[in-house]
């Protein structure tokens, strides 16, 4: 499976969560950590729908939604 097939998750982060702080608990369930938004406390990272769900669980964790990408019409 290439990368272009694995998706992209934002996870926001619970109120007064570090983002630095969990960006190991989230690559120790498998997430694939690209940037860590840590003024919005999010972090992108890739992995699988079941990397997803076990990141889910995570207490840190406020949720988990795949990233989207949109474009004009006109574009």
Known sequence: MSDSEVPMYVITLA???????????LEAQGL??????AALGQIIGQGSEQVAEHVRGLDAVHSVDVQ???KALDD
């Open 32 to 37: 694939q950590v690209k940037r860590v938004l």
């Open 15 to 25: 109120d007064g969560i570090d983002a630095s702080s969990v960006v190991g608990d």
């Open 68 to 70: 989207r990408t949109y």
